[in-house]
């Protein structure tokens, strides 16, 4: 089943253009299999860390550890943060090498922390006055 789905896949992109390949070799080629599996390896973890920071911060909002301003400042720096360094991690000496990897992986954590951050704006409880 999975064969057939990379298969279709692979020859959509062949028809339209976008990959070119000479024979049946080139087209499961080992390298394009560990180029996949490298890409999972960052890919995966990259995402479940990402869910953790937005479940994450409303969490602590819903149990008042900060305020509504700090969590508005910390959603407004992290966006500024997250585009300074999406715009340095895209620069052509960095991309594609393991600091662009680390650049882009920080930019992808950033954002996760301005969405949970926004979201804490929802999720905040006032505490209860001692």
């Known amino acids: 089943m999975h064969e057939n789905a990379l298969s279709l896949s692979l020859s959509i992109l062949s028809l339209g253009g976008l990959l070119q ?3 049946a070799y080139e087209r499961f080629a080992p390298q394009c299999l560990a180029i996949f599996i490298s890409g999972v390896t960052v ?3 990259l995402a479940i860390a990402c869910l953790a920071v937005i479940i994450a911060i409303p969490i602590a909002a819903a149990r008042a550890h900060l305020h ?5 400042g910390l959603a407004f720096l992290s966006f500024l943060l997250a585009l300074l360094i999406g715009w340095l991690s895209g620069m052509r000496t ?5 600091t662009g990897l680390c650049l882009s992986v920080s930019f992808f ?3 996760a ?3 949970g951050c926004i979201l804490a ?3 905040y409880r006032h505490p209860p006055d001692a």
């Open 21 to 23: 390949f000479n024979s």
């Open 43 to 45: 890919l995966l973890p």
């Open 68 to 72: 509504i301003p700090a969590y508005a």
């Open 94 to 98: 960095i991309s594609g090498t393991v």
């Open 109 to 111: 954590l950033l954002i």
């Open 113 to 115: 922390c301005t969405a």
């Open 121 to 123: 704006l929802f999720f």
